[in-house]
């Protein structure tokens, strides 16, 4: 559970602005990229040092810098200094602990999101930062580490495919969370996999590690959640905002993943029902259980104690005991605990304990 | 539980837009079905190519095309093409996971709503997604396999009955909408009579199964919520939209069905607590039962062992014990033994556990 | 429980506007009561037939037609055409499930709300529907039954007490909706003598019915607070509405309402949260009284079993014993189970168990 | 509990206005204060007649007229005809069950609130309702009982101290609502050390009792927010309201006494809060000490089983048993015995159960 | 837990606008430091009577007033005077319950907080509030006593650093509000950590320590969120304000400020929800370990019961019981036992309870 131990304090008493990566450091050098384009050229390089990407910034046709690794704070400086970023936008990009959100800085809009991704051997749910500034006419995005969400969409830039080189960076930046959004699914139907498996563990033999990885799972679905809930506001923060850098024609593709941000939040509001079901199922199982062992306990004792008795008061040694002179005591004390233990029995059936 | 099973992943990095069939294939050949009328002439056809339903576009009579089965693309491709649907739509009727929702594009009106049905045998619900585009003098409705829901609509318009041939698209929108929602009715009182049987079960012998079958009913509560929720914002959204294509006088009607929809979600509400209540009334039962179970064995544990403990002196081989020796002294061990009994039985009595 | 078979379904295809009696058949005939009054004059008769009503629709003088039975579909059918009520309004008014709720349809305002009784036999609270359709000059009621709740209101019509003969029809309505609504406060009081009783019993002698009236009592405000919430809405709306039917002067008597419903609501709030307490109440109870069991029986049985194994050592009948042969071995024995015995009490005291 | 059992139901079908004092008789005659002043002068004067308060009215001083008692409704029915108050606002006043709330009749302003005492006895809270009638230049209160919450306000406007000679009737209203808050926050400290002193006994030796207490503190709550919650709404309202009665310069003194209410809610959530946790405290204490006495029962049971058991092997009466023949049989015997003995606890130790 | 203990009640009665200080005495003597700072010049001294500050009223530098201990009275009453603050801030300046909030006095705006130290030793988190005073050209602050969160501040403006020294009174108050909330993620990070030590207890080897701690830890929780809260509020309220004495140039900052209020929010809400789920894990684990218990009880007794029963059927002394005078009678009743226990274990074999 590192997700808890973050070491956002070592900022506390700093002015702000001042630029401090927080968080793991997720890859060796950053890795630059520089894509430009419009609908009928397109460009692609990497880029070594970050001032090869200044020329762009006043070109016509789209910028998208990609930088894998934020922990160079040098190279985030430089970059925001060209491209007129806040310094507190900058902060927040090398912060990796912010919350997912967007910010209208007049001259460019501040988007914050959250790539998540499920690490099958952990069994939970990893999340890096992805950070977007979106100009008019570039977009540069920061992530912790190199990550394969976004060669889709660069896949259908090379290639030119649908409505993505014609149109501006705005809809450069849909495509990038759509991205990451739908990636959410995947790691949803992860989990409802899980769940199922879970659900029949419970139905035919549960344990103790049953129980356990329903609360990881109830715990993996709150750290979800707090990831995917800020983000229904963001989106519709970009789609009511009045922000000129984002196209009108693009509204409808933000109303889309917003759908599809609503959608996973109903789904995890779902699993955290079934597991709530789960976790009760799993009581009155133990419950259950329990009651069944107390009967056995119960039925085996009650019917021998006092059996036991009987033979104990013809054990003792009383000089003067008549019924031990008598031949067939023996037999009647043996019919006498015959007749006790049925009528236990019979007890018992009507209480339909047996 | 193949709910939770479904593969929208495999549309994870496409671009928007991008035609995909998700969900289960439930029917062999798409069946495309048209009905052209007005007040005055009606005309029902079932059509082989989709080509055929081009004609009737422009024309002034109201033209509803039906699809049922829509994993055929092209099908669906072509006809968006004629009829001006924006592709995200298109994206939309094909993925069978949408939320409900209505969506305003100027043009048409896009609606997704959810056809449920109550499998007896599975005992559970299913669902299946209706999309309708409603444009100002056509309408075109998709579904997953055939359905009969959609044939009292049908039938009203044969027979010219009421205000539906008098009135446009939007009418017969809020018809097949009003359809759909009288279904969910039919569902609610299935719950009704198998909540009602529960109850009955849980007063006079609950078993685990019992508890199994109230878990079941949450969870299909939860499943249905989830589909029925979205579906009161969505018909506010149509009452109270600036959309041109709803006329004021579809809003009283409109207003009826959104009626229906506050009462199918109390409802469910009810539902939720009583079954909630009745999981209580269950878990009281176990530890009820389990109280008395243990007060049989304390019973009959403390009456005995303090018996046989008294056996158990006057069974031991000392050379000298004078009570042995007594003439009397195994009728006094057994009236001690009788004592003591009477003693535990009248302390039980006071302590009311007999 | 005969609340949750609703046969709504049978409805389910028909087009809107149908009429069809949904509920069940309270009263043989219906019978139709006219009351026309204005501050000088007052007229009450019984009527025949329903267009006996007709001609005192144009009048000025405020004229009310109270009908007790729904059931015959055609008499509200006739009304519904001479008073131009729109189709939906006479279904709603025939279909006994309907939400409480107002609705402007501006030549009249409809209303519909519940009559609630409580029914000592069976101990729990029937619901009645009533219906109120208020013109500029005129009202019509209708009730499932008779019933007795609006006596009041037409005695002070007759001896024209208070406001009542000089306000218009929208004062009626009022007057109506406040008999209505007094009368739940009587139904509250019912409750809370209940509520009463089951904490004497829950302090004194908590039995296994006592949680039963608990669950029972649980349901019922469900049931009452599914009714009474809507209300809130109703009277807000017709307070803050802006039609012309419902005079200034009326809306400080609405507001009262307002308080009142306010007021129930807060009752059936705190009801349920002091039920809740009651559960937890019982439930801490239960597992009291098995934490006792089990401890009377572990001290019982925790000092018997070491001394009647003691007992059982001498009872062995091996050739060689020393301890058997000595003279007060008997007593040295009785000597040491009376030593662990006093240690077993002493250990259970210090435990605080006893 | 007296508290649930009011008799509001015989007010049901009387007209609205009806004047019918609703509550116990909590004072013996009313008794009648007058104090009228400005910033020059000041009188007080007990009031025999209630017709000599009226001379006051037209008087450009301000008026406050208290009035302990409120069971004589034609005192309270000459004073509200000689003020022009509404008949709502006389029934309001009678009626001891009010919710507060602050209603604005253009002339006056109406407002109801809840004076809480603690009452030691019987260790729960008694409530008062105070009313006031707010006009341009007179201030009419309400209570049930004589009571000394409003001396200190007294006092001041004898001393002529601070702000309340100079300003108005308004600042008036708001020193007695603000005398009534302030009274609150006692009754929050006596809760607060009750369940401080709760807690000690929770973490040292509670009993049933303890579990009593924090359900009567529970139940205590939520009567003491019922109250409280709605006067936030009701300053809420007379700080936003638009009434000329209240001056702008007595609204920052308004939203001092808002912020006390929001403080006072924030204290009782977290002492429900803090109760909860209190009882799954105890529920887990009772469960942990169940586990325990369990554990020794089994602890017990266990290692005595078996020996008793080898020892009842030796006790029978077969004629040919080699063992007992032996000469060092019996010490063999108690051997084994002992090594089953150590053996147990062995176990025990490593279950840690010892 | 001195928290509930608050003396509040001491100023019930008391005309609004008395100074009288509620809280414990943290300082000895008020220590007043004033710092005087515009871009160019920077001036720092420790004030001995009030009275110095005065002079720098009405200066156009920023003058930064910060008293530190609130408890003498007439410091903070002469200071109000010179600089026009309004009683009721003065009030709530000496009344250390405020809730944290923001108030417009036209001149001034009355910022109220409070500074959250992790208390080591007790465990537990202290609060102490810090009131700012934010004019257009000063700003003053008052706290309980000398702390260190505004020390990084002051370091700042020494050094003149960032943006601080250009910027007005404003971003003064932003930089103190944001060294507060600063300081709250250090606390988190504490709770974090317990959090994880109290999991990783909890997987090994949960006592009933385990449980306190998670008991205090959700109390700690339900104390911080009644802190933190309210600013969230605080903070929306300056930047959406429309008082001028707060630049926009400041809004993007407080935006900030904004931001994390929100993320120390969410993340106490996921700790919140953490605790539960280990509170649950707890309550599963005791169950458990009862039901384990239990079971070894019964598998020791159920084997046993039946064997000494069978032992002391062949201790009894009856004169004529033939098995006893049987040559390998004795052998033949242990294979007899044998076979019971035989059989019973495989009888818990198959229940799965070995």
Not at 53 to 66: L, R, S
Not at 74 to 88: Q, S, T
Not at 142 to 166: C, H, P, T
Not at 201 to 211: D, H, K, N, R, S
Request: aromatic residues 12%; negative net charge; proline residues 3%.
């Amino acid at each position: 559970m590192p997700r808890l131990k973050k070491r956002r304090s070592k900022k506390a008493g700093l002015p702000p602005g001042t630029l401090i990566h927080i968080g793991e450091k997720k890859a060796e050098t950053p890795r630059i990229t520089l894509i430009d384009y419009d609908e009928k050229q397109f460009q692609e390089k990497e880029v070594e040092a970050i001032e090869e990407c200044f020329a762009f910034k006043d070109k016509h046709t789209v910028t998208w810098i990609n930088i894998d690794g934020i922990h160079e704070v040098e190279v985030i400086e430089k970059l925001g200094k060209c491209f007129d970023v806040h310094p507190l936008t900058l902060e927040d990009i090398l912060n990796t602990e912010q919350r997912p959100k967007a910010e209208d800085f007049d001259d460019y809009v501040f988007i914050v999101s959250k790539m998540l991704y499920y690490d099958e051997k952990k069994d939970s749910v990893r999340s890096e930062q992805v950070s977007i500034v979106l100009g008019s006419s570039f977009l540069i995005s920061f992530q912790e580490a190199e990550g394969d969400v976004f060669n889709s969409v660069r896949e259908r830039l090379r290639k030119g495919k649908g409505r993505i080189r014609k149109a501006g960076s705005d809809y450069l930046a849909y495509a990038l969370i759509d991205a990451i959004i739908d990636h959410y699914f995947i790691i949803l139907e992860n989990f409802g996999e899980k769940i199922e498996s879970l659900e029949d563990q419970l139905v035919t033999a549960p344990t103790q590690e049953t129980l356990q990885s329903i609360h990881n799972m109830k715990r993996e679905m709150i750290f979800f959640r707090k990831q995917v809930w800020p983000l229904r506001e963001l989106i519709a923060g970009l789609t009511k905002g009045e922000t000129p850098l984002i196209n009108e024609s693009t509204h409808v593709y933000l109303r889309d993943v917003y759908d599809h941000t609503i959608q996973i939040i109903d789904t995890i509001e779902s699993f955290r029902d079934i597991l709530s079901g789960m976790l009760d199922i799993y009581l009155s199982y133990i419950s259950n259980k329990m009651n069944e062992v107390m009967k056995v306990l119960t039925i085996i004792a009650t019917i021998f104690i006092p059996l036991t008795f009987v033979a104990g008061i013809y054990g003792m040694n009383f000089k003067f005991m008549p019924e031990l002179e008598w031949h067939w005591g023996y037999f009647l004390a043996l019919f006498v605990m015959g007749v006790i233990a049925v009528f236990m029995v019979f007890y018992f059936r009507k209480k339909e304990w047996l």
